[in-house]
């Protein structure tokens, strides 16, 4: 079920118009928790997959009781590394589906937000195992896994938020200028996904259609029809995951409100960042931060404490395997491993120049030069321009994603 | 907490090469010139070698949010500093 539909928006103000009206914590609680099991029924296709769910979500409780009574690390590694190979199997990585039986890859198991539930719960054990989760109920522990608003895409919130809300759901709108804000954020995400990501998407696929019917050899590429789809399949598709994505989180937070629900923030104007790492602190947001404190952050921190010296140079490469690993979670096809590559290659190149720089003309003079007009416009338009080129990987099939961008040089030069 | 923060501040200076870096309770990492993501993991090692104590990646992921203070690192080191004892 999409979170842009008429019936779901519907259903949800249904929801939020007599939610502070039950009396009490255990009843809000309980109205959520029937409209997780109810967004879930509408979203889970068959048994085996409600299983797989099941089996996913509730072993990260297990291990959490665990994890709480007696910390082990073992037991987490353990944990973490058969929950990633089942990830894995689950969504079919093209990686790994050379190598492993067809019997294990036969299967028509699709769990619903399981990128985003692997995120939250490896997130939640490592902080149960680190002691930032003093203790925690089965019934907060399964509606933050599932909670339907942030199910499918996000935005990925930390347990100890959801937690504070879930003891005793209270309205977060204080007044009435509160509620109309948390409406017009509804509002703007429906127009947004639903009209102009709409927009930008009917347009992307003509253009990629217009080249595809023209390799196939049912009428000549000219040079002007190859630019001109070229360029619109460019712009377009960045201005499309845009709209649809933040449309989505604009209207999840703003139905967040409505319930009392602090969900964070997802975007930041991310097409005015001065570069990669810039990028990656304006777009898809929570995921950054998540990237950062469970994967940089531990990665780097082990290097420079076990070799001090090489500090400087293992930051490039944790910059890299980080925003790699990023991309390649994006989805199981070979495209989003070049989509991982591009974005792995850009913010280490964006250190690695920050670094020079630094180095050659001290901080402030670095903080003076990034501080020019010049700099600034040429920056923004350059750092537009890569992540647009990187969103040519993030369709499917990356051999018609070449075949294209061949098709289009031949035309053009 | 005084004496906490005076050495949090030596290895400030330490960590960003600058011995004129003053800090008080209200100091916050936008005050700090090039404490950035990285930056701020260099510096909890250094923190984590020269006090003897170690943070949770919620902790470290805390102390660079918005609205925290080197107060309130201090606090943090403060609590660590008596369990160990």
């Known amino acids: ?413 | 907490m005084d004496e906490i923060l005076e050495r949090l501040q030596a290895v400030l200076r330490e960590v960003f090469g600058d011995d004129e870096i003053v800090v008080t309770e209200a100091t916050t990492a936008d005050q700090i010139d090039g404490w950035d993501s990285l930056m701020h993991v260099n510096l909890i090692i250094a923190v984590e070698k020269r006090f003897g104590v170690k943070f949770a990646a919620a902790e470290i992921a805390a102390l660079k949010s918005e609205g925290e203070n080197l107060g309130n690192f201090c606090q943090l080191l403060s609590r660590k500093l008596a369990a160990k004892r």
Request: aromatic letters at 16%; one cysteine or more; hydrophobic letters at 50%.
């Open chain 1, 1 to 413: 079920m999409s979170v842009c539909s008429a019936e779901f928006i519907v259903a949800f103000l249904v929801l939020a118009a007599g939610f502070f009206r039950l009396p009490g914590a255990g009843s809000r609680r309980a109205a959520l928790a029937l409209a997780n099991v109810v967004f879930l029924y509408l979203s889970v296709p068959n048994r085996g997959s409600w299983i797989a769910l099941g089996i996913f979500v509730l072993s990260g409780y297990g291990v959490g009781r665990l994890l709480l009574r007696r910390p082990s690390s073992a037991l987490f590694f353990g944990y973490l590394a058969a929950m990633i190979a089942t990830f894995i199997v689950i969504k079919k990585y093209d990686v790994v589906t050379p190598i492993l039986p067809v019997a294990v890859l036969h299967h028509s198991l699709v769990v619903v937000g399981l990128s985003y539930i692997l995120f939250r719960q490896i997130h939640f054990l490592v902080d149960v195992l680190q002691a930032q989760i003093p203790d925690f109920t089965l019934g907060s522990y399964l509606n933050y896994q599932l909670n339907f608003l942030t199910l499918l895409s996000g935005p990925i919130q930390r347990y100890q938020e959801f937690h504070t809300y879930w003891l005793d759901p209270r309205p977060l709108a204080t007044d009435r200028h509160d509620l109309l804000l948390a409406f017009q954020r509804i509002m703007v995400g429906t127009l947004k996904v639903s009209v102009f990501a709409a927009i930008c998407i009917y347009y992307w696929e003509g253009a990629k259609n217009g080249i595809n019917h023209a390799m196939s050899g049912e009428f000549a590429l000219t040079r002007r029809f190859a630019l001109r789809n070229f360029v619109t399949i460019f712009y377009l598709y960045p201005a499309y995951v845009y709209f649809n994505f933040s449309g989505y989180c604009d209207i999840v937070i703003g139905a967040g409100r409505l319930v009392g629900l602090k969900i964070p923030e997802n975007f930041d104007r991310p097409y005015l960042s001065r570069n990669m790492i810039d990028f990656w602190t304006r777009q898809h947001m929570t995921l950054s931060l998540w990237i950062r404190d469970y994967l940089f952050t531990p990665m780097y921190k082990s290097l420079a404490e076990r070799w001090p010296r090489k500090a400087s140079a293992a930051v490039f490469l944790c910059y890299f395997v980080a925003l790699f690993l990023a991309g390649v979670w994006h989805g199981a096809t070979m495209n989003f491993v070049v989509f991982g590559l591009l974005h792995g290659l850009g913010v280490s190149a964006t250190k690695i120049w920050e670094t020079y720089l630094i180095r050659r003309r001290g901080r402030a003079g670095y903080r003076k030069y990034l501080q020019g007009p010049r700099t600034r416009v040429v920056a923004i338009v350059a750092t537009m321009h890569f992540v647009a080129l990187a969103f040519l990987f993030f369709t499917p099939d990356l051999n018609n994603t070449i075949d294209e961008i061949r098709a289009v040089m031949r035309a053009v030069f």
